[in-house]
């Protein structure tokens, strides 16, 4: 029988993070902090956790940014479209950076 050895790292913890904070999105914060936390504790260090949490917030922060330029052209919805979805993404964003510490803090 095999035998397979969990090597944790920035891209299983952004995957996790990623995951969980789509399933347990519903909860508010407590959500994003559990995945935070759970992800942190994969990538290993607080550093590398806060990488893993950050990374995917600025690729969200670049797509929103390419989808404001075709919502441009309308002028209420277009600033409220960016506006809006920015505001959500910082929102999880900040749970997520915090449980990232907390979970990278933990692994030592």
Do not use: K, W
């Not at 960016?82 to 964003?93: I, N, P, R």
Request: with cysteine; charged share 5%.
């Amino acid at each position: 029988m095999a035998s397979f050895a969990y090597r944790g790292g920035i891209a299983a913890a952004m995957s996790v993070m990623l995951m969980l904070s789509i399933l347990m999105g519903a909860i508010p914060a407590l959500g994003t902090l559990t995945a935070g936390i759970i992800g942190g504790r994969m990538a290993g260090e607080p550093r590398q956790a806060l990488m893993a949490a950050v990374l995917p917030a600025v690729l969200l922060a670049i797509l929103l940014s390419c989808l404001d330029v075709l919502l441009a052209g309308l002028p209420i919805i277009g600033p409220l479209a960016e506006l809006g979805g920015l505001t959500l993404a910082s929102v999880q964003v900040g749970t997520l950076l915090i449980g990232a510490v907390v979970g990278g803090l933990l692994h030592h």
